[in-house]
């Protein structure tokens, strides 16, 4: 996948409560638009404790459950996060997760996120769950984004993103949408999808005995090293008893 962002800090605020993450191993991309005193700090949060529910499950998930494992590893990030933080910010995210042939993608609150593909326009997509197909890109925004996105202005820079295979276009979008809305915190990411994203996604086979082997703590040796003690152990108890059986057989 091929990847394309940018981030710039709005007027209103001293410093930006956007927080982008992208893992390529992974297949992973966040925009975490956090807001509130506490925001910046919960968005960054949120972001990484996704990855790593998502790094720790990628193993065992099936294609046909990405979208909600994803659902599932926001909840759980917002759930698991410090209370000096939800009560003083919230977050809205707008995220895609490729894996094992499914593209995972959705959005909440102001975030938006839309689909197209080489040459098409836009859908906007609250969540999908679709196969991989090369070619499609992907555009994920913060609220300040998404507020610029409905201004006639925008529209040529934005329709120009699917039709040009390079880099200019998202540089042109990128220009106008920070002039055209000065607000709050302004950020994108734009992900053309490859032929290597059709097998993203760990092998389930594989992978499947060690996930649990690590969920369990339990190491291949340790079975065994514990068969090869025994044995030992017992060889060691023939050797002292053969002398005391063969006084009692004479």
Request: glycine residues 6%.
């Amino acid at each position: 996948m091929q990847v394309q962002s940018f981030s710039q800090t709005g007027s209103i605020r001293d410093d930006n409560q956007d927080y982008l993450l992208v893992d390529p191993d992974l297949r992973l991309a966040i925009i975490a638009d956090g807001q509130g005193a506490a925001g910046k700090a919960l968005a960054e949060h949120t972001a990484r404790a996704i990855r790593q529910r998502l790094r720790e499950i990628a193993p065992v998930t099936g294609g046909d459950e990405n979208l909600h494992r994803l659902h599932e590893a926001y909840d759980l990030a917002i759930a698991a996060a410090p209370p000096e933080l939800i009560n003083s910010g919230f977050c809205d995210i707008a995220a895609v997760w490729i894996t094992r042939g499914i593209t995972a993608a959705f959005a909440t609150g102001t975030c938006r996120l839309l689909a197209a593909l080489p040459g098409q326009h836009w859908l906007e997509q609250r969540e999908s769950a679709t196969p991989v197909e090369t070619g499609t890109i992907l555009l994920l925004v913060s609220e300040g984004a998404a507020a610029a996105l409905s201004a006639q202005q925008l529209q040529p820079a934005l329709n120009g993103i699917p039709a040009d295979t390079g880099t200019e276009s998202f540089k042109a979008f990128e220009q106008q949408t920070t002039a055209v809305y000065d607000g709050d915190d302004c950020s994108a990411i734009l992900l053309r999808l490859d032929p290597t994203d059709l097998t993203a996604g760990i092998p389930h086979e594989i992978e499947l005995f060690e996930h649990y082997n690590r969920a369990w703590s339990f190491k291949l040796w340790q079975p065994l090293s514990l068969a090869a003690a025994a044995g030992l152990a017992t060889l060691a108890a023939a050797r002292k008893l053969k002398p005391l059986i063969d006084r009692i057989k004479s």
